[in-house]
């Protein structure tokens, strides 16, 4: 593989000058804070537009995840960083395996705190954290480079397509010759940003909304949540027990007290408690009407 960095890349949108802002170093702190959110509100509309990709995306990584598979990101820099920011919030948010959702960051975990600047122009690099991580056919393997040239981000798709996973690149950039073949593109086209080329700005917002959308869809398909509570919660701080009794509260109509005392009988689990209230069942068979309904709780409770 090339593990040479591409060439002239003025002609990238992420690339080239914003008109808007050009007068932002004699700007006030107030005209540049309004230049800016001017600029946040085009990540929102870009992504809006390539809703139907961020659906064909989801749909993937749902078929991947009732396969046994995982959703693992690749990524350099500001991209790679989201990802594993991604990766990382979905076990506490969702109670899901830590293993499901994967963020790999060109240069490896350092790279999260100290830029590794040259890891991302290695194509093999990409290829190898690919073999790694054993991706394979139930995979979902998906690439982020906002300015659509990472060799790093090119390197992990095509070798996750020859393991035969399915892959999702994401780029805030018009096409580019050397875009690996992929199952779904999602080109938010954010445009040039307030300071040249400096894509944690309008491009990182658009990537970051795109993996909000991806995971937290993704775990509501698997029945992660009850109409819009995060019911698939075991409490185990003070937090939690917290956030759990709140939730069986609201969904029981019980007073704290009894709320708090249905949720220890659960055993911290959230779902489990509320069937237990609704059905008027025990602690272990409202956990085999949550396994008959595939962990969905609006099925278990009828």
Same mark, same amino acid.
């Given at each position: 593989? =090339?593990?040479?960095? @591409?060439?002239?890349?003025?002609?990238?949108?992420?690339?080239?000058?914003? /008109?808007?802002?050009?007068?932002?170093?004699?700007?006030?702190?107030?005209?540049?804070?309004?230049?800016? =959110?001017?600029?946040?509100?085009?990540?929102?509309?870009?992504?809006?537009?390539? %809703?139907?990709?961020?659906?064909?995306?989801?749909?993937? /990584?749902?078929?991947?995840? +009732?396969?046994?598979? %995982?959703?693992?990101?690749?990524? !350099?820099?500001?991209?790679?960083?989201?990802?594993?920011?991604?990766?990382?919030?979905? @076990?506490?948010?969702?109670?899901?395996?830590?293993?499901?959702?994967?963020?790999?960051?060109?240069?490896?975990?350092?790279? *999260?705190?100290? #830029?590794?600047?040259?890891?991302?122009?290695?194509?093999?690099?990409?290829?190898?954290?690919?073999?790694?991580?054993?991706?394979?056919?139930?995979?979902?393997? *998906?690439? *982020? #480079? !906002?300015?659509?040239?990472?060799?790093?981000?090119?390197?992990?798709?095509? &070798? !996750?397509?020859?393991?035969? !996973?399915?892959?999702?690149?994401?780029?805030?950039?018009?096409?580019?010759?050397?875009?690996?073949?992929?199952?779904?593109?999602?080109?938010?086209?954010?445009?040039?940003?307030?300071?040249?080329?400096?894509? +944690?700005?309008?491009?990182?917002?658009?990537?970051?909304?795109?993996?909000?959308?991806?995971?937290?869809?993704?775990?509501?398909?698997?029945?992660?949540?009850?109409?819009?509570?995060?019911?698939?919660? %075991?409490?185990? =701080?003070?937090?939690?027990?917290?956030?759990?009794?709140?939730?069986? &509260?609201?969904?029981?109509?019980?007073?704290?007290?009894?709320? *708090?005392?249905?949720?220890?009988? /659960?055993?911290?689990?959230?779902?489990v408690a509320i069937v237990m209230h609704k059905k008027v069942v025990s602690a272990e068979r409202a956990r085999e009407l949550l396994s008959d309904a595939d962990g969905f709780l609006r099925r278990a409770i009828g």
């Amino acid at each position: 593989m =090339n593990t040479q960095p @591409p060439g002239d890349r003025g002609h990238l949108l992420t690339e080239q000058r914003l /008109a808007e802002s050009m007068s932002i170093d004699a700007a006030s702190i107030e005209q540049a804070v309004a230049m800016m =959110n001017v600029q946040d509100r085009v990540a929102v509309e870009a992504v809006e537009k390539v %809703r139907d990709d961020v659906v064909r995306a989801i749909k993937l /990584a749902v078929a991947a995840f +009732r396969a046994g598979g %995982r959703l693992l990101y690749f990524g !350099a820099g500001t991209s790679g960083r989201l990802g594993v920011l991604d990766a990382s919030e979905c @076990p506490p948010t969702f109670r899901s395996d830590p293993g499901t959702v994967l963020g790999i960051i060109a240069g490896g975990e350092k790279a *999260m705190f100290v #830029a590794q600047e040259g890891a991302e122009d290695s194509a093999d690099g990409g290829a190898k954290d690919v073999d790694d991580r054993r991706v394979g056919p139930n995979d979902v393997v *998906m690439g *982020m #480079a !906002a300015g659509g040239t990472t060799p790093y981000v090119h390197g992990a798709l095509r &070798r !996750a397509k020859e393991l035969g !996973a399915k892959t999702i690149f994401l780029s805030c950039v018009q096409p580019v010759p050397t875009e690996p073949k992929v199952d779904v593109v999602i080109r938010p086209l954010t445009g040039p940003e307030v300071l040249t080329g400096s894509t +944690r700005l309008k491009a990182g917002t658009a990537t970051k909304l795109v993996l909000n959308q991806i995971t937290t869809i993704s775990m509501i398909q698997l029945g992660k949540c009850y109409e819009n509570l995060m019911v698939d919660l %075991r409490a185990t =701080n003070v937090k939690l027990w917290d956030r759990g009794a709140r939730i069986v &509260r609201l969904l029981t109509g019980l007073d704290a007290t009894q709320s *708090m005392e249905l949720l220890k009988r /659960a055993e911290g689990h959230v779902k489990v408690a509320i069937v237990m209230h609704k059905k008027v069942v025990s602690a272990e068979r409202a956990r085999e009407l949550l396994s008959d309904a595939d962990g969905f709780l609006r099925r278990a409770i009828g």
